[in-house]
């Protein structure tokens, strides 16, 4: 039976990291595995990495690794936002586990609150400085970001539309027509996207997503996603490999309904 063309990201984290998790959510059509680097600390991380480098092993099938910065974020109770005052995105605890990542040889760095291309230019400074040479990932999540876009895909070697933090800039109502406007812009540029967070967040309790996620997931396909990507249901839901396994039924019954070829990351 093959495999969705669409590939899935999933965030891994505390229920997850381990090995058993980690071989059944690659065995299901888990594609590329995301550590992000706002939570944990090196060592986390480092369990992670030698984990899944492991069971890609012993799957024979390659799984990359995204390290998401976390750029000039701030905890704020349950909820997180950005410093909006500082000039520079680039924090230092992103050098910091920049430098671990490109020594872990991860293929992917995801840039937070990106906001125009000097700052994609330079966070490809830092990485060749590091002796690096890992593709960047551009996050749109500001609405500056959003203003700058054609130039930012122009830099960058993929996009990811992060819905959350995005939600906190814009208005909600505009979000589908946002997302739906920065796929096109990359199908056209040949540069691959990725829609992400809360894709189906009720997954962290429940065994099965609600009919408007599945919903959300199929409408990402059909309008020509690359990728789609699980947050807090694969990295500390109950239920990680259930999304996987949920995920990967959505993006195939979608499939029929699109001809478009994927651009893999």
């Not at 039976?1 to 980690?22: D, Y």
């Not at 906190?168 to 967070?197: M, R, Y």
């Not at 997503?209 to 990507?229: H, K, L, N, Q, Y």
């Amino acid at each position: 039976m093959e495999n969705s063309r669409t590939q899935i990201i999933a965030t891994i984290g505390p229920v997850s990291k381990n090995i058993s998790t980690l071989k059944e959510m690659i065995s299901n059509n888990m594609d590329i595995a995301r550590l992000n680097f706002s939570w944990g600390t090196h060592n986390d991380h480092k369990e992670s990495i030698n984990n899944i480098r492991e069971v890609e092993k012993s799957l024979s099938k390659k799984i990359p690794i995204i390290q998401d910065l976390s750029g000039p974020r701030i905890q704020e109770e349950k909820e997180h936002t950005y410093k909006r005052d500082v000039l520079e995105i680039i924090t230092e605890k992103d050098l910091y586990d920049l430098k671990f990542g490109i020594e872990q040889n991860i293929e992917y760095v995801a840039m937070s609150f990106v906001g125009c291309k000097n700052d994609v230019e330079e966070l490809r400074n830092h990485i060749k400085k590091f002796e690096g040479n890992q593709k960047i990932i551009s996050k749109i999540e500001r609405q500056v970001a959003f203003d700058n876009i054609d130039e930012i895909i122009e830099v960058s070697d993929g996009i990811m539309i992060a819905r959350g933090d995005l939600g906190n800039e814009v208005p909600l109502e505009q979000i589908p027509f946002i997302e739906k406007s920065i796929i096109e812009k990359c199908n056209e540029a040949g540069k691959p996207v990725i829609v992400a967070t809360q894709m189906m967040l009720s997954m962290t309790e429940n065994t099965l997503p609600t009919r408007a996620e599945v919903t959300d997931v199929s409408f990402a396909v059909i309008e020509g996603t690359d990728a789609v990507m699980l947050s807090e249901e694969s990295a500390s839901g109950k239920h990680p490999v259930e999304a996987i396994i949920m995920m990967e039924k959505i993006l195939k019954e979608s499939e029929k309904h699109t001809e478009r070829k994927i651009i893999k990351l």
